[in-house]
């Protein structure tokens, strides 16, 4: 009506948009202006003597303020004045530059800006010509006598903001210290519950009487729904209205509040807050990596009763805790999953710098998903403008931006490393164990190399020296031999170069032997000189992984944990014959025991100032290398890797611009955020790759340079074979092979190979010249069994999204009107001014979540526990105290108690921020034991109940009703935890990731059916469930006639209807009446009454006789029980909490 | 607006938190007996079948279709002929990656005012002395979900309120057992999901109700008993259900709550009613193209007619988008490559039953009181990365409208010489939108709804009426 928010400004780079662009920006202003004028706070806008009437101020907003910003500001503006001239304000246009007055009041003909922009004398703007319409204009505004108004903005953002905001925070009530005050002493009320007090005295300040107390059965089923969405089973009913003992509510309390149901309702209310959602919307609705796992950590923590401000901490700095809270049953660190909540919002996977909003908007929403849900406030209001309501300036939003924006988004593992550990000991040892015994097999084998090569040779060149041998020697084994030296005789990079061309050319007696051997030599040498050259002068080092340093880079996962070797780590096959699939040369690995384990490793922020990273990795089965720029993780820049051994890629250094930081990680295929990628993508694989356990990588260098090319690789593995000079016989070069590789062999076995040893053990493995068959002995044999198995039950890695602080944190610029093109000055990281007694600016290291953390989980902060404490009483009472939950600012509601609110979040805090504590005392309170019936003079004196005369009446939530029907039917499978199960749709759509789930679920509560964005849990989002966009602390309440159509129609309601009359059916009840009454008792929770039995007995009998059946065959019918189950499902009672 | 505030004690000018429209009445009726006001609210606030505000202008027209094309039709295909790049065809373009594409369509002439359109619209183009035609639309994302939800709630995220929410919040609905917003979909819900239809922030009621053209054509409305036993249930709830709300203390929403079974019961009968065709004669059939074999079309053309009929019966807003061909997952007319066989094939789809929906509300003479947006999220390029297929194209595309208020035969608004980027009378989404709200009554800038703190509107501070094409 008022206040209309530029909360989204589009980029258009056209000139002829920007007019209109700026055109609305202004609009705006005059807009705002109106406000400001009737709010009266601010000091008066300047007026010039001859603006005053109203048409004229919107005109020269809307046309001519337009034609001079975008034509004119940029060279007679606050940035520069040529020719002394400025045309953006009255005076300055009635002063004019150094020709004179520019414009001269109401006459056109005499005023220089006339003459100038008509290229009479002047050619203005010197760019083109106007349109005649806007000389028009400026024409007509001179000749109206030239209207000019000045729009506060600027002073928003300068003096006048700072008295007002330092006015609202002193005299809002929502930014003063929580002071406990005093409970009012009733003397009628038999209550010592202070909440009772509190809300009695206001009860006779205003001539009520409460209601009065509610039955046992009303009570219980309340009380249970309430706290854990189900309703109490009818043997739990009855052990309480039967219990006679005086704290047998009390004890009812307690049971709910131990059950672990209470974390299921209470997770899902958090939820709501979070805009939890499971995938990330837009085009191809990309999965958010087991976000489930982020739900199940809130139903632990809240029936664990994680104090709340341990909570927050979670959420907000989880991965940063000096002592994070581990999770001994799961072996998992919990608190690194509470920051997940960062990365619940939606998101977009195409370039976030060339489209900028995609970034902008995801932290935009971080940010106002925080401070809504823990603050009550609307911080993102100031994305553009200084806050017109809350004493929160644009510089705060900066500073809130900074934190996020320098906060890695990344994937991390939760496993504390304690389920692995043993059986990762164990597979080192039988590693080391394997690789002796398969040494001493490999080292007896090299007595056959210098044998074979000569035979084989020999019969290549038809030579008979040999021949004799020949008979001896195995087929299999010549084969071989002859595919190494057709396949090396040609490339000097083949091992078996130097035998093929020269040993095996020449005579080795002649002369020309030795100096073409030596020549041979003195090329390796100068060749691996060149290299090393090359390398040193084109490649600066980024990182050398070969020393088993980090280098600065960042690792995840269990594989990558240890995954340090340098050189000569075997990798053991999990099946086949196969004993190893290779042998590493130094460098990081995630697969040194199992592929089954993860990693990722990530690299500092590139630098700049070169055009390439090139990393020397390997890596398969759906591993990658992803570029990620300004933590857009959903970016498209990723390749899947497909090297078995190690070798370069090239990567480009892309987005020069200091304000995008680039980075680049290798992930095993689990903490790739882009998988399952959408169906075009999905070159060469498949969903069930995926869900296949195994991935791995590794590297050993990764450098810089500005030159097109990869590193050379080096040659000095083959100086063995010209130690000790020429050959005298080929048979001393064939031996010279055979010690190069038992060297290389007995090197290994005693675990001190250098990567000369790896590249032969390489070569004989690769072109199998000695067996790597775990038949070679049956020790071996038992090893490589014993080695798998026990690989086999490698527990699978939990993997999640959350954050990471890698980076020194940077402060980012203040965007002018929210708009990523136009960043003005450094906004040093910090909280909001209002709820920080400390001057801006964080003295951190990392991004500042930490002392963020702090600043909102502590008990000097006004906000914090008064808006917790409103959201628990809002979910007991059905409304808030504040009923705007999530808005405590000064255009949110005014507590109906606030001295009860201020006592409640007094004793959350001093009750260690204990939620069922709280809960407990406002459950255990006399107003929420008052019956839902009001009283005429409480209807009219209190249509809104907000006084709490009687327990507010309300409906179920979505998640209640579907819960309750299950549980009514006897369906509900009351599991906890685990992936979410897909909710039910008719057409499936798989390319978008809206997969259809069973009809009822596997009977699991709503809270597990999957939340997807584009199409949620139809069922549930028909009663109100929230579309997971923003923080929403309240949820709609509708009345839609779709409701009553679903209930009435619906495959689930139906379906529950006949599992529940199949349940009935094989129940022993011997009349109507019995089986009337446990219908009741498992869906209302109460027995029915006399009249109720009668009415339902008739409607029974009725629909017998709809039906056909005879009244004697009445209880063995599915379809009358069928029918009377669903009416029951359609009773408003069964539906609505009283 | 008939939202009351309360009055901010601070600051009198400033309105503070408003009232719910329940929490209204009942204030409004302190003092008088409840009973009046449940069932005043029972019958119509819940349902949200009453006006939250009186129209601001005299209103144009009652109803609204609109016509949506996903995935970005090329303008210069259509309606925005650029004889230029026939003499670039082929010609490298900009970076020297690209080639110029010319039309692969013929224009002709058409109507009084002889304006140009594509052979590929055969029949929209005998229609043009209707059409307001728009060649200078602008959007800001060449991304489809973005350029979707842009389109329709007039930002570029989601979770605020589709135009078609908006309009039936603000003026409530004139059919009691009819939704205000339907839209008539062919199975494939346009990048950007629901979102796209959304109620937003304001009440479920406002969402729209998706209507398919095949199968049970609305979730849930298919009695699972028949008629009689059906009746028996709801009579036993009735009596259950009245016994049940006095019990609990009167209570409203339950009371509500119950007459939507009412609503409901009567919906089941209605709306098949409503949708079934075949009252409608044979000659009507034809017109819309529903005499075709083309599974598509035939579709599309039946979505077309029911969004007569269910204009007829009082539908605030009907929206109907296009059926998926080709397999193609990313919008209809997103012709990257095959611009000829794809945008042949979504118009022989589409093109008959647009033109026939136009012609025959004006043979009823409801065109006066309907008005009929075509449109699209943007246009695409007039060069080729690949030869045959143009990309997305923010900058330039053309909607046109027709009915109530519209001056017929308009073009209005001009792009440069090869359509990349439109230079006259630049038209935004939110232009069109505040356009649209003036025509059934509505001041864009006064129609608005407070949410999370502030007061939200659809064209936030954007928009101005496009004057010069309204009669």
Redesign the interface.
């Known amino acids: ?8 400004v ?3 780079e ?1 000139k ?2 920007m007019t ?2 700026s055109a ?2 202004l ?2 202003g005059l ?1 705002l202006f109106s ?1 400001w ?5 601010l000091a008066q806008p300047v007026f010039s003597e001859k603006t005053a009437s109203s048409s004229g101020m919107e005109f020269f907003e809307k046309k001519v303020r337009p034609v001079l910003a975008t034509h004119c500001y940029q060279c007679h503006g606050p940035q520069l004045q040529q020719g002394a001239l400025r045309l953006d304000s009255r005076e300055a246009i009635l002063k004019g530059g150094s020709r004179g007055a520019t414009v001269v009041p109401g006459k056109p003909e005499a005023s220089w800006l006339m003459k100038a922009v008509q290229h009479q004398g002047l050619t203005m703007p010197p760019s083109g010509k106007l349109m005649p319409e806007q000389i028009a204009v400026l024409e007509d505004w001179i000749e109206m006598g030239a209207p000019w108004f000045q729009h506060p903005i600027a002073q928003i953002v300068s003096k006048g903001t700072d008295q007002f905001y330092a006015r609202m925070a002193r ?1 809002h009530w929502a930014f003063q210290p929580v002071s406990p005050p005093e409970v009012p002493q009733i003397m009628f009320n038999s209550s010592s519950n202070p909440v009772d007090q509190f809300i009695q005295e206001k009860l006779r300040e205003k001539g009520l009487e409460p ?1 009065g107390g509610s039955n046992r059965w009303t009570l219980a089923r309340r009380l249970s729904l309430v706290l854990t969405g189900l309703p109490l089973s009818p043997w739990e009913v009855n052990r309480f209205v039967q219990d006679s003992s005086p704290d047998a509510y009390e004890r009812l309390v307690d049971r709910l509040l131990a059950s672990p149901h209470f974390g299921e309702r209470w997770a899902r209310h958090w939820t709501d807050l979070m805009r939890f959602g499971e995938t990330y ?3 191809w ?1 990309y999965e958010l990596l087991a976000a489930w796992r982020y739900r199940d950590y809130l139903v632990r923590a809240f029936n664990e009763d994680l104090p709340f401000d341990q909570l927050i901490r979670e959420h907000v700095a989880g991965d940063l805790l000096e002592n994070p809270r581990i999770d001994r049953q799961f072996g998992i660190n919990e608190s690194l999953i509470g920051a997940t909540f960062f990365r619940l919002g ?1 998101m ?1 996977h ?1 370039d976030c710098v060339k ?1 900028r ?1 995609i970034r902008t ?1 995801v932290v935009d ?1 971080q940010i106002d998903t925080l401070t ?1 849900a823990f603050q009550g406030l ?1 911080v993102a ?1 100031a994305r553009c403008h200084d806050h017109k ?1 809350d004493p929160i300036p644009t510089k705060d939003y900066y500073a809130l931006y900074g934190i996020l924006a320098s906060s890695r988004q990344v994937s991390r593992t939760l496993d504390t490393g304690d389920l692995h550990q043993e059986l990762k000991q164990r597979l080192h040892q039988l590693k080391s164990l394997i690789r002796t015994e398969l040494a001493s097999h490999w080292i007896n084998q090299c007595v056959e190399i210098a044998p074979y090569l000569l035979a084989v040779q020999a019969m290549q060149n038809h030579r008979n020296s040999h021949r004799q041998g020949i008979v001896d020697l195995e087929p299999r084994k010549v084969q071989q031999w002859s595919q190494v030296l057709m396949k090396e005789s040609v490339d000097p990079e083949g091992f078996l170069y130097p035998w093929t061309t020269i040993a095996c050319e020449m005579d080795l007696a002649s002369k020309g032997f030795k100096e073409a051997w030596s020549k041979l030599g003195a090329y390796y040498q100068r060749e691996s000189q060149a290299r090393t050259d090359f390398n040193r002068k084109n490649f600066l080092d980024f990182a050398d992984f070969r020393s088993g340093h980090l280098n600065g880079w960042h690792s995840d996962g269990i594989g990558i944990q240890g995954g340090t070797t340098t050189g000569g780590e075997l990798i053991i096959s999990t099946k086949g014959s196969q004993v190893v699939t290779g042998i590493l040369p130094s460098g990081i690995y995630t697969h040194l025991l199992s592929n089954r384990l993860n990693g990722a490793l990530r690299s500092p922020y590139l630098p700049k100032d070169k055009k390439f990273l090139s990393l020397r990795i390997m890596g398969g089965q759906l591993a990658a290398h992803r570029t990620i720029v300004d933590h857009c993780v959903l970016g498209e820049d990723y390749k899947i890797l497909q090297n078995e051994v190690m070798s370069w890629v090239k990567i480009p250094i892309k987005y020069k611009e200091e304000s995008f930081p680039v980075y680049v990680e290798l992930v095993t295929k689990s903490g790739n955020l882009r998988l399952p990628d959408r ?1 075009s993508m999905m070159k060469g694989y498949q969903l069930k790759d995926l869900e296949k356990p195994g991935s791995y990588f590794g590297i050993s260098q990764a450098v810089l340079h500005d030159v097109d090319q990869t590193p050379r690789d080096g040659l000095s593995h083959m100086a063995r074979l010209f130690r000790g000079g020429a050959p005298k016989s080929a048979e001393e070069l064939a031996s010279r092979y055979a010690t190069a590789c038992r060297q290389a062999l007995i090197a290994w076995s005693e675990a001190t190979s250098n990567s000369d040893d790896v590249h032969w053990i390489g070569w004989m493995l690769r072109n199998n010249l000695v067996q790597n068959k775990k038949e070679l002995s049956p020790r071996l044999k038992q090893l490589v069994q014993t080695y798998r198995n026990f690989e086999a039950q490698l527990p699978e890695p939990k993997v999640i999204s959350s954050m990471s602080d890698l980076d020194p944190g940077y402060d980012v610029p203040l965007l002018e009107n929210g708009d990523a093109k136009r960043p003005r000055e450094k906004i040093p990281r910090g909280y909001l001014t209002v709820l920080s007694d400390k001057e801006p600016g964080f003295e951190t290291l990392g991004s500042g979540r930490r002392e963020l953390a702090e600043n909102i989980a502590s008990a000097s902060n006004p906000l914090t526990a008064r808006v917790m404490v409103n959201r628990l009483w809002h979910h007991i009472f059905g409304r808030g105290i504040v009923t ?1 939950v ?2 405590f ?1 000064r ?3 005014r507590p109906s108690h606030p001295e009860l609110l201020n006592y409640l979040a007094n004793c959350f805090v001093q009750n260690g921020w204990s939620i069922k504590r709280l809960l407990r005392r406002l459950v255990r309170s006399t107003t929420f034991r008052e ?4 009283s005429v003079q409480a ?2 004196i209190d ?2 109940n907000q006084w709490l005369q ?1 327990y507010p ?3 179920l939530e979505a998640e209640a009703i579907r819960d309750t029907i299950l549980a009514t039917s006897g369906r509900l499978e009351l599991k906890l935890y685990g992936s979410s199960i897909q909710p039910f749709r ?2 499936s ?1 798989d ?2 990731k809206l997969l259809s789930g069973p009809l009822d679920g596997s009977g699991r509560r709503s809270l597990y059916l999957k939340v997807t ?3 949620g849990p ?1 069922f549930l989002e028909l009663f ?1 469930f929230p ?1 997971p ?2 923080t929403r602390g309240s949820r ?11 209930l ?3 495959a689930f309601v ?1 379906d529950q209807s006949g599992y529940w009359a199949d349940r009935l059916l094989i129940q022993p009840d011997r009349s109507l009446e019995r089986r009337l009454e446990s219908m009741f008792h498992s869906a209302l929770g109460r027995p029915p009454e006399v009249s ?1 039995v009668k ?1 339902f007995k008739r ?1 029974a009998i ?2 017998a006789d ?1 039906h056909g059946i005879s009244t004697r065959n009445i209880l063995d019918s599915r379809k009358v029980w069928k ?1 009377l189950a ?2 029951i499902f ?4 069964f539906i ?1 909490i ?1 | 607006m008939s939202i009351i505030y309360e009055k901010s004690r601070e600051c009198p000018g400033c309105v503070g938190a408003p009232l719910t429209r329940r929490e209204v009445l009942k204030q409004a009726a302190n003092g008088f007996g409840m009973l009046a006001l449940s069932t005043l609210m029972a019958d119509e606030a819940y349902a949200g079948l009453v006006q939250a505000t009186k129209p601001h202008f005299k209103p144009q027209v009652k109803n609204v279709i609109l016509c949506f094309m996903p995935g970005g039709v090329s303008h210069m295909d259509t309606f925005d002929p650029k004889p230029k790049l026939a003499e670039l065809n082929g010609k490298l373009s900009g970076d020297g990656q690209r080639t110029w594409l010319k039309c692969p369509w013929t224009f002709n002439r058409y109507g009084q005012a002889g304006i140009p359109v594509s052979e590929l619209l055969p029949h929209i183009a005998t229609c043009v002395d209707d059409l307001a035609i728009i060649r200078s639309m602008v959007s800001g994302f060449p991304l489809h979900p973005r350029g979707n939800i842009l389109f329709h709630t007039g930002r570029n995220v989601g979770g605020h309120p589709s135009l078609g929410s908006w309009i039936t919040y603000a003026l409530g609905s004139e059919n009691k057992n009819l939704p205000g917003y339907v839209l008539l979909h062919t199975g494939d819900i346009p990048p950007g999901g629901l979102e796209n239809f959304s109620n937003g922030f304001l009440p479920a009621t406002h969402q729209a109700l998706p209507v398919r053209a095949d199968g049970d054509p609305i979730d849930n409305l298919l009695p699972a008993d028949d008629q009689i036993l059906q009746q028996t249930k709801l009579k036993m709830l009735l009596a259950e259900d009245r016994k049940f709300s006095s019990m609990a203390g009167t209570d409203d929403a339950v009371e509500s709550a119950i007459a939507n079974y009412e609503m409901a019961y009567r919906m089941q009968s209605l709306v098949p009613d409503v949708l079934d065709l075949d009252k409608e004669s044979e000659a009507t059939k034809r017109l819309y193209g529903l005499d075709t074999s083309n599974k598509e079309k035939g579709q599309y053309s039946l979505q077309c007619l029911r969004a007569r009929r269910l204009v007829e019966e009082g539908v605030r807003f009907v929206e109907i988008t296009c059926p998926v061909l080709f397999g193609q997952n990313n919008g209809t007319w997103d012709q990257h490559s095959y611009l000829k066989r794809g945008h042949e094939a979504n118009a022989l789809v589409t093109d008959q039953a647009v033109a026939a929906l136009i012609k025959d509300l004006k043979s009823r003479g409801m065109l006066e009181e309907t008005l009929i947006i075509w449109g699209t999220e943007f246009g695409r390029t007039p060069d080729t990365s690949n030869g045959d297929g143009r990309d997305h194209l923010e900058t330039a595309f053309t909607i046109f409208m027709a009915g109530g208020g519209i001056k017929g035969g308009t073009l209005y608004g001009e792009t440069d010489e090869i359509g990349e980027k439109s230079v006259e009378n630049i038209t935004t989404v939110h232009d069109l939108h505040a356009t649209i709200l003036q025509l059934v009554g509505l001041d864009h800038e006064k129609l608005t709804y407070r949410f999370g703190g502030r007061e939200l509107s659809l064209t936030d501070v954007h928009g101005k009426v496009i004057s010069q094409i309204l009669a």
């Not at chain 1, 009506?1 to 989204?8: D, E, F």
């Not at chain 1, 004028?37 to 706070?41: D, I, K, N, P, Y």
């Not at chain 1, 019956?931 to 009001?934: F, Y």
């Open positions: 009506m008022w206040l209309r928010c530029p909360n989204r589009l980029h258009l056209e002829q948009f209109t662009a609305d920006a609009n705006f807009r406000v004028v009737l709010s009266g706070f005299e209601a919307g837009y085009e609705n939606e977009s195409d489209f909003e908007d929403n809504k609307t209001c309501l169906p705007t999530d808005n600012g255009f949110g509601k019956s839902s019936r009001s209807r009219n249509p809104l009687h009446v309300r409906r008719k057409v759509k390319y978008r964005r584009m199409e139809q109100d579309t966009a923003a709609d309440r509708t009345n839609i006639p779709s409701q009553a159509l679903a009435l129609n619906d139906i109720e009415r409607f009725k629909l709809l029918d669903h009416t359609n009773l408003k009672e609505y009283y």
